[in-house]
């Protein structure tokens, strides 16, 4: 995500930390290089032109604090005026009707239905009762999509197979959502290869009939400029509320991002960060912000974590970890709550230099050792996962044959693990050994 803007915007804060005191020719010369990145990477060019402009003024009239150099104090305007640019805060989603109704609109292929799935499951952990609708009467594929994606959820969707009528579809999924008392409705709407007079009075139409909330519009991160020409035709029609920005997993520019607040006007609410349900949330700019300036987003992988890992097992792992009883199943579990927290490369990304880390990294790679390693432990009996020392010569072909790897890798494997467990042990001696001396220190300066 925006790895090329990342790499160009740190390239050019070198040169800006480097420098010594602040001057309107030094200034320029190093802000040159951000605007350049800030361009290639897509950005409106106006957009960019003020942003520099922006960050040139309070760079020159800012009172330099004696503790900070006065590179770094610039990178701190840049960073400031880029959660402006990206809108300064969550933007949070209106829901006050009963029910709420919350419309999905965009071209055909910018991933509304997806988007529609994505934020119904988001809504229904936060207590919400969402109802899917499926108002696609172009696409056949739409509604069987949506459907498959509700049941993937465990959310109920609306459908009328064979109905034309939008309106009609309308009227019956509100009075279905009044019967079962869902708050919450969500319309996947219509889209076309490019805005034309035809959809956009249909969509006029459900909009005054519906009465809606939230008008989102789903965009396409990839598709550049081309998405905020998009976003200024839709709010002009339908005076949209704010957008939901797709594929930003793919988007190594992110111009789109960018120059979407500053544009319309609209802020951006959510995020798609992949293909999965759950890979989708709230637009937080401060976090973007630092992400793009390869700062990393400790709170957003913090949250993910919460929200992935039981408290109790992890409390339970850190003290099988502390009393060296550490087990190649434990080790197993691990894994798969790593894998629930997303792709590594996501992972790695919100630590702070994570882009740093990740170039010239193949994560893929990384990730493939990790699906060997799973599948070697789930070749082994409880009984190996538990006691790997009775892993002979024969068990050991036996696991890398049932699990498609070599003897080697599980040697390895049982190797590093044993190494784990080392270390694990040594680390519980020496917090035993530091809370006795803890107890014994007062005592020693006793007169």
Not at 167 to 175: F, G, N, T, V
Not at 262 to 278: C, N, Q
Request: glycine share 8%.
């Amino acid at each position: 995500m925006f790895d090329t803007l990342s790499g160009k915007l740190q390239n050019a804060f070198r040169n800006l930390r480097g420098l010594g005191k602040i001057s309107e020719d030094n200034v320029s010369d190093s802000l040159r290089d951000v605007r350049m990145a800030l361009l290639e990477a897509d950005v409106n060019f106006k957009v960019a032109r003020d942003f520099i402009e922006r960050v040139k003024t309070k760079a020159l009239g800012v009172e330099v604090v004696q503790s900070v150099q006065p590179g770094q104090q610039i990178v701190k305007i840049i960073h400031d005026e880029l959660v402006d640019l990206l809108g300064s805060q969550n933007a949070a989603i209106n829901l006050s009707g009963n029910p709420a109704c919350v419309m999905m609109v965009g071209l055909h292929g910018a991933g509304k239905t997806t988007s529609s799935a994505k934020l119904a499951r988001l809504l229904l952990k936060q207590g919400r009762t969402p109802l899917l609708v499926a108002a696609d009467v172009y696409r056949p594929a739409a509604m069987d999509q949506l459907e498959t994606l509700g049941k993937q959820i465990d959310i109920p969707v609306f459908v009328r197979k064979g109905e034309k009528d939008v309106l009609k579809i309308a009227r019956e999924a509100l009075e279905e959502a009044r019967a079962t008392n869902r708050n919450t409705l969500i319309f996947d709407t219509a889209g076309r290869l490019q805005i034309d007079e035809p959809l956009v009075q249909e969509l006029v139409r459900l909009r005054d009939l519906v009465k809606p909330q939230e008008i989102l519009l789903v965009l396409d991160a990839a598709t550049g400029q081309e998405a905020v020409n998009v976003a200024t035709h839709f709010d002009q029609a339908l005076n949209v509320t704010g957008s939901i920005l797709t594929k930003l997993d793919g988007d190594a520019r992110g111009g789109a991002a960018l120059s979407m607040k500053s544009v319309t006007g609209k802020p951006i609410k959510y995020a798609g960060m992949g293909e999965k349900v759950d890979e989708f949330e709230a637009f937080h700019p401060e976090r973007m912000a630092s992400r793009i300036l390869g700062m990393g987003d400790v709170v957003s992988l913090v949250e993910r974590a919460a929200e992935a890992v039981d408290e109790n097992d992890a409390k339970r792992m850190e003290e099988k970890m502390r009393k060296g009883e550490f087990t190649l199943e434990d080790f197993l579990d691990n894994l798969r709550q790593m894998k629930k927290l997303g792709p590594l490369e996501s992972i790695v990304g919100m630590l702070p230099g994570g882009s740093e880390m990740l170039k010239g990294q193949d994560m893929g790679k990384e990730e493939k050792k990790f699906r060997r390693m799973e599948g070697i432990i789930c070749g082994m009996t409880i009984k190996e996962r538990r006691t790997p020392q009775i892993l002979n010569a024969t068990r050991r072909i036996r696991i890398a044959k049932g699990s498609g790897v070599t003897v080697a890798e599980v040697n390895n494997l049982l190797n590093q693990f044993g190494q784990m467990q080392q270390m694990m042990k040594k680390m519980g001696k020496m917090q035993k050994m530091m809370a006795k001396m803890g107890g014994a220190v007062p005592g020693m300066f006793k007169k």
